[in-house]
């Protein structure tokens, strides 16, 4: 279990790196949909980063769980943090999911598979894994934000300067 990196707790040093890899992995799957020229460059890349993001985030809230019962501030609003943080995983599964089937109807790879597709089935394919990549994405990087924001507010929200 990855608890503590170099003695310091793994968890907001893995978080720093979720909030990072969550909007990446949106930009590249709104670029790959509404951008052909773009879908055409980054095409596999994209997968490889949702499927890092896919892997960072259980194992920062498996490094959030081993961190919230050491932490003494926070309460309500770490509580609420952590719940927000679980919802993550699902809402990032979604999103590569729906990338990787946009990203089958659409590459060459693919070519022979979905060619067996009736034209209204495909149509309904690359429509429903579009628009689910778009709200998958929008969805994610905003829980990431609200996660982020209530952490911060957990741990600094009582301070004054």
């Known amino acids: 279990m990855l608890d503590t990196i170099n003695g310091l707790p793994a968890h907001p040093l893995l978080a720093h ?5 969550v909007p990446v992995t949106a930009l590249l799957a709104v670029l790959a949909v509404l951008w052909p020229a773009a879908r055409r460059r980054i095409g596999g890349a994209a ?23 050491r ?3 926070g309460g309500e609003v770490l509580q609420h943090h952590a719940t927000l943080g679980g919802q993550l995983l ?7 999911v729906a990338m990787i089937v946009w ?13 067996t597709l009736s034209p ?3 149509r309904i394919g690359v ?9 998958f994405a929008a969805v994610s990087t905003w829980l990431v934000v609200r996660i982020g924001h209530t952490g911060a507010q957990s741990m600094w ?4 300067c």
Do not use: K, N
Request: hydrophobic share 60%.
């Open 17 to 21: 790196l979720v909030a990072v890899l």
């Open 47 to 69: 997968l490889f980063v949702a499927v890092g993001t896919l892997v960072a985030v259980p194992l920062t809230t498996t490094a959030g769980s081993w961190l919230q019962p």
């Open 71 to 73: 932490v003494m501030m």
């Open 90 to 96: 699902i809402w990032s599964a979604l999103l590569t």
């Open 103 to 115: 990203w089958a109807l659409h590459t060459p790879l693919f070519t022979a598979e979905v060619g």
């Open 120 to 122: 209204t089935v495909r």
């Open 127 to 135: 429509a429903l894994s579009g628009a689910g990549t778009l709200v």
């Open 157 to 160: 929200g009582g301070m004054s």
